[in-house]
Structures are given as C-alpha cells and as structure tokens.
C-alpha cells in the first residue's frame, strides 16, 4: 500500500511535527531515555507492581500521549517529549517482561526485537517511500515513526541489559561501549557521505541502550557494580534536567514562530 499523494505533499511542504535532529535533541534524548530505564524500574521493581502489570499501566500511558500527539496540528516539544519517555517507560517493561518472566534471556529477546524493527522500518520505507524523520507531518507517517521509536526503545533496553549482566561489561563498561559506538557514528555523521537517515535510526538504537546501561549505573547498589542513587532519586533527577531542557526547547519553538 502506498502513501496517498495528499500524504506526500503533507510531509513535503508542511512543518514537521517531530523534533528537529540537533545536538539538543541527543541529549534530550539520551536523558529521556534513561529517565525511561529509571522510571520503568520505579513501577514494576521498586514499587513492587511487576513488569506484566506496569507493561499494561505504561502502555495506556504511552497511547494516550500518543493519541495527543497524533491529534495535534502542530510540533509541541512538551507533547513530544511526554510520547518519548512514554515509549522509553514501556520499553523498559515490555522487555524486561520477554527477557525475565518469559525467560527468553536477553540476547535472544534482543534478537527478536532487532528482527521486529527491521520489519518495521522496512514496512514504513514500502509504504511511505523514505525513513526521514526532517519532515514528519500526515497521521500515517507519523504512525510509523511512533512504532519504530516504540520498537527501537524496547530493543535497547534488551540490549542494555545484555550488555550490562549478561556480556560481563557491567554497568560502566557497557555505557562505556555503547557510548564509543555512538561517537563512532557521530564521527561517520561529521566526515563521511554514509546515508544520514541510516545514521540517524543507528544512533537513534545506540542511544537506549547508552541510557539502560547509565540508567542502570545510577540505580543499582554499590556493591552490584552502581552508584547507589536508587530508581526514585535518579528518576527525579533526571525528569528535572529534562523539564529544563524541554522549557528551553519550547521557548526556542515560540520565538521562531513569533519571528
């Protein structure tokens, strides 16, 4: 099925409802995203819900900002950023859902879901025609877009996780590793001609599982290889710094539309 002529004109001339790809918008992604690793292991671990439980709670939140968004005729940063740790909170749990209660471990459950973006970004570039996400404007497109981020948000976590318990790196050395991988990309991005929409959804992957492993870092006790900080302070934390970040985007968005 392809995309309707109006869909390929809306994309093509009107304003993009998504973030623009800046330097701000990595770093408000990696915060989101560990506040995401934080805040799902807030619900399900420390408050005791479970992971099916807080799947099922994160999920009706994650549909109804998405519901929002999708509703929305224009680019709000506040709006945006609420579906981004929304995807990254349910991620959290959907995979720690496959990979611990379901017991399917976590390379394979990193396995599956690496094959289920694939699907995805394959399914969108059929239907859509490109992966760029500069001009992100018809419900449709928009659709994709959501998925893809919901899929690969729930992958990092996987591979966070495999990374941190499962390949012997630990915590610091799993961050440490993804966190190379990302300025290796960052570097391909600045001095070759490699494809940048390949780029952007590499390190759009790379960066979940830099935030699972930091996430990780900050919560788990000393002894376990963290700092210690707990889910509920590093969560806080980590909502406040975004907060900021998310203000300063919207007074930016204000000011370039007044001008």
């Not at 869909?7 to 330097?23: I, L, P, W, Y």
């Not at 993804?178 to 959804?201: C, E, H, Q």
Request: with cysteine; charged share 15%; net charge positive.
């Amino acid at each position: 099925m392809s995309n309707s002529p109006r869909d390929r004109v809306a994309d093509a001339n009107e304003a993009s409802k998504v973030a623009q790809v800046t330097f701000a918008f990595w770093i408000m992604k990696i915060c989101a995203t560990t506040l995401g690793e934080t805040a799902g292991d807030l619900l399900s671990m420390t408050l005791g819900i479970g992971y099916a439980f807080s799947t099922v709670v994160l999920l009706a939140f994650f549909f109804a900002t998405l519901g929002a968004q999708l509703a929305s005729r224009r680019f709000h940063p506040a709006l945006y950023w609420a579906v981004i740790v929304s995807t990254s909170t349910a991620g959290t749990t959907m995979s720690d859902l496959v990979d611990r209660s379901f017991g399917l471990g976590y390379g394979l459950g990193a396995s599956l879901l690496a094959a289920c973006l694939v699907a995805v970004l394959l399914g969108w570039r059929r239907d859509v025609g490109t992966l760029s996400v500069e001009r992100v404007r018809s419900r449709r497109t928009e659709a994709w877009y959501w998925t893809a981020i919901l899929v690969s948000n729930t992958l990092g976590t996987a591979l966070g996780d495999y990374l941190a318990d499962s390949s012997g790196l630990g915590f610091l050395g799993g961050a440490a590793l993804v966190g190379t991988a990302i300025a290796l990309v960052a570097a391909a991005a600045a001095f070759t001609r490699i494809d940048r929409v390949v780029l952007f959804w590499i390190a759009f992957v790379l960066t979940r599982p830099f935030g699972a492993t930091f996430g990780d870092l900050l919560t788990k006790p000393v002894d376990a290889g963290g700092l210690g900080f707990g889910t509920s302070g590093s969560s806080l934390v980590l909502a406040a710094i975004l907060l900021l970040l998310v203000a300063a985007s919207s007074r930016a968005t204000r000011d370039t539309t007044a001008a």
